[in-house]
């Protein structure tokens, strides 16, 4: 037997497994990589423009259609339903009913609205209420083309959206009609209690949520932690 096991039979056996290893790991990455490009080419055409649309029944029609694909729900103005995907056939069916009636609210809590896709709301003028709350691809960027609705917008919600830092949050300055802003879990903020501080400062009429985040920096001061620094010695 100990013929059969000699060195250079060992060494082989190491490379075969080495090759395998590091083929299955180049196999591993390049579906990954693949499957990756699937999802963005996804996400992509679902935050196409809706152009024919549009030029056949205007924003108000394009942009509930698009809103009721991704998931969401649209309110008409004077209307006291919201429309959802469930009943989506039926507003369909009458569309020509709305091509002239604003859109008044839209619920996007957990669509995958992107950079792109915001193209298909910022023509609705009249909107007053706009939910973005755990919308996985919203960013930034995002935020910096909100200013477009600024005559219009009361009431935002960016709760739980995890791409969204300050320098987002910073550019809701335009948004001065705003009476309400769910700034609330953004792990993407590295000092919530600070920020949501500053957006009060900046949008001096509107009630900002997330206070939870500036609790630690609100607390009595007989329940403040320690002061544990050294002071400077004169």
Same mark, same amino acid.
């Given at each position: 037997?100990?013929?059969?096991?000699?060195?250079?039979?060992?060494?082989?056996?190491?490379?075969?497994?080495?090759?395998?290893?590091?083929?299955?790991?180049?196999?591993?990455?390049?579906?990954? $990589?693949?499957?990756?490009?699937?999802?963005?080419?996804?996400?992509?055409?679902?935050?196409?423009s809706f152009t024919n649309i549009q030029e056949k029944y205007g924003p108000y029609v394009a942009g509930a259609v698009f809103i009721l694909?991704?998931?969401?729900?649209?309110?008409?103005?004077?209307?006291?339903?919201?429309?959802?995907?469930?009943?989506?056939?039926?507003?369909?069916?009458?569309?020509?009913?709305?091509?002239?009636?604003?859109? $008044?609210?839209?619920?996007? #809590?957990?669509?995958?609205?992107?950079?792109?896709?915001? #193209?298909?709301?910022?023509?609705?003028?009249?909107?007053? #209420?706009?939910?973005?709350?755990?919308?996985?691809?919203?960013?930034?960027?995002?935020?910096?083309?909100?200013?477009?609705?600024?005559?219009?917008?009361?009431?935002?919600?960016?709760?739980?959206?995890?791409?969204?830092?300050?320098?987002?949050?910073?550019?809701?300055?335009?948004?001065?009609?705003?009476?309400?802003?769910?700034?609330?879990?953004?792990?993407?903020?590295?000092?919530?209690?600070?920020?949501?501080?500053?957006?009060? $400062?900046?949008?001096?009429?509107?009630?900002?949520?997330g206070a939870d985040w500036a609790q630690n920096l609100k607390l009595e001061p007989d329940k403040q932690p320690p002061d544990t620094s050294?002071?400077?010695?004169?």
């Amino acid at each position: 037997m100990s013929e059969l096991v000699t060195p250079d039979s060992s060494r082989e056996k190491k490379r075969t497994l080495l090759q395998f290893l590091s083929d299955h790991f180049q196999d591993i990455q390049t579906l990954r $990589e693949y499957l990756l490009q699937k999802q963005i080419s996804k996400v992509n055409r679902e935050n196409r423009s809706f152009t024919n649309i549009q030029e056949k029944y205007g924003p108000y029609v394009a942009g509930a259609v698009f809103i009721l694909k991704q998931g969401g729900a649209v309110k008409f103005q004077d209307k006291e339903e919201w429309i959802r995907p469930n009943n989506r056939s039926h507003f369909l069916a009458e569309i020509q009913k709305f091509q002239n009636v604003p859109v $008044e609210a839209v619920d996007a #809590s957990g669509c995958a609205i992107n950079y792109q896709g915001l #193209s298909n709301l910022l023509p609705l003028k009249e909107l007053r #209420s706009l939910s973005l709350q755990r919308c996985p691809n919203l960013d930034d960027w995002c935020l910096s083309r909100l200013y477009l609705l600024a005559g219009s917008l009361q009431e935002l919600s960016l709760a739980g959206c995890p791409r969204i830092s300050e320098r987002g949050l910073a550019c809701l300055h335009h948004l001065q009609n705003l009476r309400r802003l769910d700034i609330s879990d953004l792990p993407a903020v590295s000092h919530p209690g600070l920020t949501q501080i500053l957006v009060e $400062e900046m949008l001096p009429h509107c009630e900002v949520l997330g206070a939870d985040w500036a609790q630690n920096l609100k607390l009595e001061p007989d329940k403040q932690p320690p002061d544990t620094s050294t002071p400077l010695s004169s």
